[in-house]
Nanobody, 118 residues
Framework: QVQLVESGGGLVQAGGSLRLSCAASGRTSSIYLVGWFRQAPGKEREFVAHTYWSDDTIYYGDFAMGRFTISKDNAKNTVHLQMDSLKPEDTAVYYC???????????WGQGTQVTVSS
C-alpha cells in the first residue's frame, strides 16, 4: 500500500504562485510514476503533469507548459508542483496520484483545493 498526502493549496490572486506538495509513504519502493491531476466543479478530471520516479522523464498537460513545474525529492518521497502565473481557470481540486506495482495510477491522495481569484 502507498499513501499520498497533498498539501500547499489555498487562495491566491490571479498572477500569483502556489507550490503543492505530495508526500508518499508506505511501499514507496514500488512507485514508478507520480502525477498531478485536477478537477474543477462540473468538469472532468484533467491531467496536469507527471514524473517518473527513477529518472527525469517529465510530461505536462498543454495548459501547464511554461507555467507549472513538477519536481521530486526521492530521498523525501515527495513530489512538488510549482504553479506560477495562476489564472482563475486554474481553480480546482488538485490530486496527487501514483502508479505502483502495476500499469496505471492506482493510488490517489485526498486532494487539495486551489482557488485563484480574479
Amino acid at each position: 500500500q502507498v499513501q499520498l498526502v497533498e498539501s500547499g493549496g489555498g487562495l491566491v490572486q490571479a498572477g500569483g504562485s502556489l507550490r503543492l506538495s505530495c508526500a508518499a509513504s508506505g511501499r514507496t519502493s514500488s512507485i514508478y510514476l507520480v502525477g498531478w491531476f485536477r478537477q474543477a466543479p462540473g468538469k472532468e478530471r484533467e491531467f496536469v503533469a507527471h514524473t517518473y520516479w527513477s529518472d527525469d522523464t517529465i510530461y505536462y498537460g498543454d495548459f501547464a507548459m511554461g507555467r507549472f513545474t513538477i519536481s521530486k525529492d526521492n530521498a523525501k518521497n515527495t513530489v512538488h508542483l510549482q504553479m506560477d502565473s495562476l489564472k482563475p481557470e486554474d481553480t480546482a481540486v488538485y490530486y496527487c496520484a501514483a502508479a505502483a506495482g502495476r500499469v496505471g495510477y492506482n493510488y490517489w491522495g485526498q486532494g487539495t483545493q486551489v482557488t485563484v481569484s480574479s
